[in-house]
């Protein structure tokens, strides 16, 4: 089946210690999306590739960073991560286009931080 | 300001029972319209879609929802709610010209009573 796979489910770090997290996608769509999702909040946008255009949200703090080798792999980097990036992350994928396109959601990567 | 409310954040229904859950926006034009579920650790799974059309557009798991222009509002129903309806729901929007990015709501929490 295609989907969107994230690794691991679940990451612990400590604090200050670079942490990636990695989506894969197997439904060869452009773009890729990045959102983090803390406790009971909805998920709120990081940034997303288009196909290797990146675009990122004014608000993303300069502590995440991401990558995108190639169409079907997309990470997430956290240069040190603070008690206040403990979160769910979660990675997406959808066709383009003109606008309106669903997005697909992976299961998301939960982020401790100790 | 542009935004998309959803004024219930929980939700206790009993199960048999009817559902629901509403969405309101503003935004000067018809924004794509989409209703996404979210159970406890998991992703996002998308219920349903509006783009244009029947105002009237049916989902998976037996969810419908009702576009209203005249209220901005597209709420999200079922006729009758199973013990595994329970999950945090989330409207959300790709504003007019908004292009790939899709803006949430705050979500709202489902209680299934047995």
């Known amino acids: 089946d295609a989907m969107v796979i994230q690794n691991p489910r679940y990451q612990v770090t400590q604090f200050g210690k670079p942490v990636t997290l990695s989506c894969s996608q197997t439904l060869n769509h452009n773009v890729m999306y990045w959102y983090q999702q803390k406790s009971s909040q909805a998920p709120k946008l990081l940034f997303h590739y288009y196909d290797k255009d990146f675009n990122n949200e004014a608000d993303t703090p300069d502590n995440f960073q991401s990558r995108r080798p190639n169409t079907s792999f997309c990470f997430l980097d956290i240069r040190s991560p603070g008690l206040g990036d403990a979160a769910m992350y979660l990675c997406?994928?959808?066709?383009?286009?003109?606008?309106?396109?669903?997005?697909?959601f992976g299961p998301g990567t939960r982020l401790l931080v100790l | 300001a542009q935004s998309v409310t959803q004024p219930d954040i929980h939700i206790t229904v009993s199960e048999g029972a009817s559902l629901e859950l509403r969405c309101n926006y503003s935004y000067g034009a018809t924004p794509y319209l989409f209703w996404y579920v979210q159970s406890p650790g998991q992703g996002l799974q998308l219920l349903l879609k509006?783009?244009?059309?029947?105002?009237l557009v049916q989902g998976i798991k037996g969810f419908e929802a009702e576009f209203k222009r005249s209220q901005s509002s597209f709420n999200l129903r079922k006729p009758s709610v199973h013990w595994s309806d329970a999950a945090e729901y989330f409207c959300?929007?790709?504003?007019?010209?908004?292009?790939?990015?899709?803006?949430f709501g705050q979500g709202t929490r489902l209680t299934i009573n047995p």
């Open positions: 997406a994928t959808s066709r383009g286009g003109t606008g309106g396109e669903t997005q697909y």
């Open positions: 509006y783009f244009s059309g029947d105002t």
């Open positions: 959300a929007v790709v504003p007019p010209g908004g292009a790939q990015k899709l803006v």
